[in-house]
C-alpha cells in the first residue's frame, strides 16, 4: 500500500493510526533473501520497480513478480522470454506477453494514456527496441504514436509525418546502421528528442556501436542518447518528459 493510500484510509477512517504506523515503519525495501525489492522507489521517483527477467532463476522470478503484483496490483517485466511467459501465466492467467519486444506484464484495466509521444525507427529491424520503449511507455501511463519505417534512405517517408512528430510532447528516434534518424527529427522539432542506437546493421556498425557514436556526435541540438538497444530507457525518460509536459499549465 503507498503512502497516500495509507493517508487516505486513515482520513476516512478504514484504518487507525496505530495501523498506518505500522506500514510507515516497515523498511523503505522487502527483504527475500536473494533479492531486496525496491517497494518505496514509486513513492521516491514515481515509477515503481520493473523486472529485468533475462538470467532469472524461475523461482525467483516467480516470488518477485507475486510480491509486486501484491503490492501494486500491476507489473511489467522487460527482456523475457517465452518460457518465462509460460512459466508466469501458470500463476496470472492475465498476464500479456510481447514476443516483439520481449514485454511481460499485468497491466490496470481502464488505464489512462495522457499527451503524446512519437516513437520512430529508421527500418522494420529496429521495431523490436522500439516496441520495448513504446510499451513501457505506454505501461507509465503514457500515449504514444507509432511511426516506423521512415529511414533517411528514403527521407520523404519521414517528412510526410512531420506534422504528428512536431506535435508530439517528445520524439523517440530509434536507428541502427549509421543512426542518421536521430539528427535529422532534431533539426526538425522544438521537443526532446531521445535517441536510441540498435545492434541493426552490416559487420563495420560494429553491433550498434557506430549508430551510438554517430548520435552522441550529432549536431543536431536537443538529443540524448542511451545505451545500444535501451528501448526500455528511452520509453522511461520519455514517460518522464510527458508527465512533465502534461503538467505545465496551457499558455
Same mark, same amino acid.
Request: glycine letters at 12%.
Given at each position: 500500500m503507498q503512502t497516500r493510500d495509507i493517508l487516505e484510509k486513515v482520513k476516512s477512517g478504514e484504518i487507525s493510526v496505530k495501523e498506518a504506523e505500522k506500514y510507515l515503519k516497515r523498511e523503505p525495501f522487502e527483504e527475500m533473501g536473494f533479492a531486496k525489492l *525496491?517497494? !518505496?522507489?514509486? $513513492?521516491r521517483s514515481g515509477f515503481a520497480e520493473v523486472v529485468f527477467c533475462s538470467g532469472k532463476a524461475d523461482e525467483h522470478l516467480m516470488e518477485i513478480f507475486r510480491r509486486l503484483y501484491e503490492r501494486e496490483g500491476e507489473v511489467l517485466g522487460t527482456r523475457a522470454s517465452r518460457q518465462q511467459y509460460e512459466l508466469l501465466k501458470s500463476e496470472f492467467s492475465q498476464i500479456c506477453y510481447d514476443p516483439v519486444s520481449r514485454i511481460l506484464k499485468i497491466g490496470k484495466k481502464e488505464k489512462e494514456l495522457t499527451g503524446r509521444i512519437a516513437v520512430c525507427t529508421a @527500418?522494420?529491424? *529496429?521495431? +523490436?527496441?522500439?516496441?520495448? =520503449?513504446?510499451?513501457?511507455?505506454?505501461?507509465?501511463?503514457s500515449r504514444v504514436e507509432r511511426i516506423y519505417d521512415v529511414g533517411v534512405s528514403g527521407i520523404h517517408r519521414l517528412l510526410s509525418k512531420t506534422e504528428q512528430i512536431q506535435s508530439?510532447?517528445?520524439?523517440?528516434?530509434?536507428? @541502427?546502421?549509421?543512426?542518421? &534518424?536521430?539528427?535529422? $527529427?532534431?533539426?526538425l522539432v522544438d521537443k526532446p528528442v531521445i535517441a536510441? +542506437?540498435?545492434?541493426v546493421g552490416y559487420g563495420a556498425?560494429? !553491433?550498434?556501436?557506430?549508430a &551510438? &557514436?554517430?548520435?552522441?556526435?550529432?549536431? =543536431?541540438?536537443? $538529443?540524448?542518447?542511451?545505451?545500444? *538497444?535501451?528501448?526500455? @530507457?528511452? @520509453?522511461? &525518460?520519455?514517460?518522464? $518528459?510527458n508527465r512533465i509536459a502534461c503538467a505545465a499549465p496551457a499558455e
Open positions: *525496491d517497494t !518505496h522507489r514509486k $513513492i @527500418g522494420t529491424a *529496429d521495431i +523490436p527496441v522500439a516496441e520495448e =520503449a513504446a510499451l513501457v511507455a505506454e505501461y507509465f501511463g508530439a510532447n517528445c520524439v523517440v528516434a530509434v536507428a @541502427g546502421m549509421e543512426g542518421a &534518424l536521430a539528427s535529422v $527529427i532534431g533539426g536510441v +542506437p540498435t545492434s556498425s560494429f !553491433h550498434g556501436l557506430s &551510438l &557514436l554517430t548520435m552522441i556526435n550529432s549536431c =543536431a541540438n536537443g $538529443i540524448a542518447v542511451v545505451n545500444i *538497444d535501451n528501448g526500455y @530507457g528511452a @520509453g522511461y &525518460l520519455a514517460t518522464q $518528459i
